[in-house]
C-alpha cells in the first residue's frame, strides 16, 4: 500500500507559484496537546501580480473545493494580497489560500475613524489528499484596539482569567510592547472563527518589537511543558531558529476544541531563495 507523501503536496505549490513575483515567505511552527507541528509556511503575492486565470489554475490544480474555488474567486478582486500555504503533520498535510483585504480596510479607516472589526483575511483551508475535508475562516481586525481591551476579549476567549496560556501571552505582550515605538498601532490584533466549528482564536502582529524567537525563549518553554511536548521534538529545531525575528503569535481553541498557539516568524523577501527554506 502506497502512503501519501506530503513533500509531493508542497513541491506541487512551489511548482504553482514559480516565476511569480512573490512578496515573501513566512514560516510558523504549531503547539497542540501533545503534538508539535514545524513544517507550516506561508507564501504572498500581491494580487495585482497573479492574473485571474493563472490565479483559477493554481486553485484547480490545488484541488481546491468548489465551495471554496467559487467564494474565492468572487472575493479575489477586493485583496490586495493573496497568501498560499501549507502544513504537514506526518503523512497529513493541509493546502490553505487566504486572501488579504488590508489596503481596503485601512482607506476605510483612515476616512471613517471608525474601529469597528472588519474582514481582514478571508481563509481557506483543505485536506490535500481529499478535498471534501474542508474550512472557511474569517479572521476579524480591531483598529487601534487597546491592550485593556485586548486583554478583556482573550479573558473571555479563554474563558477564565487565570488560564495558563493568557497570563503566558500577557506577559509577552507587555514585554513586546516595551520594544515598539509606534505608540498609534504597536500591534495588530485580529480574531478568527470557522464555519460551523468550535474554533475561537486570537492573532497578534509583533512584528514591530523586533524581537527574536531567541527572545521569547522562556514563554515557548513554558508553553510546550503546559502542553506536554517531549523536549526531544523541539529544543534543536527552536536552536536553530533562536536568531529568526518573531513575527505573530496565535492561539485559542482551533476548529476541534482544543487548544492551540502558533508562533509565526521571519519573514524573507522575494528575492530570498524561498524553495530552500522549508524545515
Known amino acids: 500500500m502506497t502512503h501519501p507523501d506530503p513533500t509531493q503536496k508542497a513541491n506541487l ?14 514560516s510558523s511552527f504549531k503547539i497542540l496537546p501533545y503534538s508539535f507541528l514545524k513544517v507550516r509556511f506561508l507564501i ?14 493554481i486553485c484547480k490544480k490545488m484541488e481546491m473545493p468548489d465551495y471554496c474555488h ?29 486572501l488579504e483585504f488590508t489596503e481596503k480596510n485601512r482607506a476605510f479607516v483612515y476616512q471613517t475613524k471608525s474601529k469597528a472589526p472588519l474582514l481582514q483575511y478571508l481563509g481557506f483551508k483543505w485536506d490535500a489528499f481529499d478535498s471534501q475535508k474542508y474550512l472557511v475562516t474569517k479572521y476579524k481586525w480591531f ?3 487597546s491592550i485593556d481591551h485586548m486583554m478583556n476579549r482573550l479573558v473571555r476567549l479563554y474563558k477564565q482569567s ?16 516595551r520594544h515598539i515605538d509606534d ?6 490584533y485580529l480574531e478568527a472563527s470557522d464555519m460551523n466549528t468550535e474554533r475561537a482564536s486570537f492573532d497578534i502582529n509583533l512584528y514591530k518589537a523586533g524581537m527574536s524567537i531567541g527572545d521569547i525563549q522562556p514563554f515557548i518553554s513554558q508553553t510546550m511543558n503546559f502542553y506536554d511536548i517531549d523536549s526531544r521534538k523541539w529544543e534543536f529545531f ?12 496565535s492561539g485559542g481553541y482551533s476548529s476541534s476544541g482544543d487548544l492551540f498557539l502558533s508562533v509565526y516568524y521571519d519573514v524573507f523577501s522575494e528575492q530570498i531563495s524561498w524553495r530552500q527554506q522549508r524545515c
Not at 527552536?238 to 503569535?249: C, V
Open 183 to 188: 505608540l498609534v498601532e504597536p500591534y495588530i
Open 143 to 145: 483598529p487601534y484596539i
Open 70 to 98: 467559487e467564494l474565492c474567486l468572487e472575493k479575489r478582486a477586493q485583496s490586495n494580497n493573496i497568501l498560499f500555504g501549507f502544513e504537514e503533520d506526518g503523512s497529513h498535510c493541509v493546502y490553505k489560500l487566504y
Open 13 to 26: 505549490l512551489f511548482n504553482l507559484l514559480d516565476n511569480l513575483p512573490l512578496e515573501g515567505y513566512e
Open 44 to 57: 504572498g503575492v500581491q494580487t495585482k501580480n497573479i492574473s485571474k486565470n493563472r490565479f483559477d489554475t
Open 238 to 249: 527552536l536552536w536553530k531558529i533562536r536568531s529568526k525575528i518573531l513575527g505573530h503569535i
Open 162 to 177: 487565570n488560564h495558563f496560556q493568557l497570563i503566558l501571552i500577557e506577559e509577552l505582550i507587555q514585554k513586546a510592547i
